[in-house]
């Protein structure tokens, strides 16, 4: 069964760091693009993070630029996002998501097909 | 940045009525990269069309997509009791707010 599962999501103070972890199995990992997308409570989806295959591609949402690092461990079927000076508005459901496309040398995705069912970061005093 | 603006916010429709689905692009956009979602309460997004009017795994053909540059839709030809939900447009980096289609 291909599967994303999120890991890593709690409570955290402004400021300080959280890292989080998605495991796939059931599919190829390192054939694929991966992504991180966020969904803040009651609203809508926003794209956070992609990485290529090889890692040779990456791209951030600017609202993270500079504050988030995404990374994936091919060898461990792992796909990573390292979230810093977190803020109360990064408080969402963080989704990781597999490229439709296999061997893109780009982040840019033409689709999502195989989604987590998230992990949960609060942000909070 | 290209922004993506649904319409309707939300639409009231009956089983078996037809719902169409709009979305906007601030710019031309790839037929390539134009995706559609669905999304039920406490569940993880669904695809459904990519490439503008390719159907994901799966989907049945009641749900279809069109479009190109910067106008395109998804239909739902019959509405079944299971279709109400919310629907995303997507194209890299950017989805759209969302369409909630909810039983009149």
């Known amino acids: 069964e291909v599967q994303l599962v999120e890991s890593g999501g709690g409570l955290v103070q402004p400021g300080r760091s959280l890292r989080l972890s998605c495991a796939a199995s059931?599919?190829?990992?390192?054939?694929?693009?991966m992504h991180w997308v966020r969904q803040a409570p009651g609203k809508g989806l926003e794209w956070v993070s992609g990485?290529?295959?090889?890692?040779?591609?990456?791209g951030y949402a600017d609202s993270v630029k500079g504050r988030f690092t995404i990374s994936r461990d091919n060898a461990k079927n792992s796909l990573y996002l390292q979230m810093n000076s977190l803020r109360a508005e990064d408080t969402a459901l963080y989704h990781c998501?597999?490229?439709?496309?296999?061997?893109?040398?780009?982040?840019?995705?033409?689709?999502?097909?195989?989604w987590g069912q998230g992990t949960m970061v609060t942000v909070s005093s | 940045e290209i922004v993506l603006t649904q319409s309707p916010g939300t639409l009231s429709l009956s089983p078996g009525e037809r719902a169409t689905l709009s979305c906007r692009a601030s710019?031309?956009?790839?037929?390539?990269?134009l995706a559609w979602y669905q999304q039920k309460p406490g569940q993880a997004p669904r695809l459904l069309i990519y490439?503008?009017?390719s159907r994901a795994t799966g989907i049945p053909d009641r749900f279809s997509g069109s479009g190109s540059g910067t106008d395109f839709t998804l239909t739902i030809s019959r509405l079944e009791p299971e279709d109400f939900a919310v629907y995303y447009c997507?194209?890299?980096?950017?989805f759209g707010q969302g369409t909630k289609v909810e039983i009149k």
């Open positions: 997507q194209q890299p980096r950017t």
């Open positions: 710019q031309s956009v790839s037929s390539s990269y």
């Open positions: 998501a597999k490229d439709i496309t296999r061997g893109s040398l780009s982040y840019f995705s033409y689709a999502f097909d195989i």
């Open positions: 059931g599919f190829t990992f390192d054939d694929y693009a």
């Open positions: 990485i290529s295959w090889n890692s040779g591609s990456i």
């Open positions: 490439g503008a009017s």
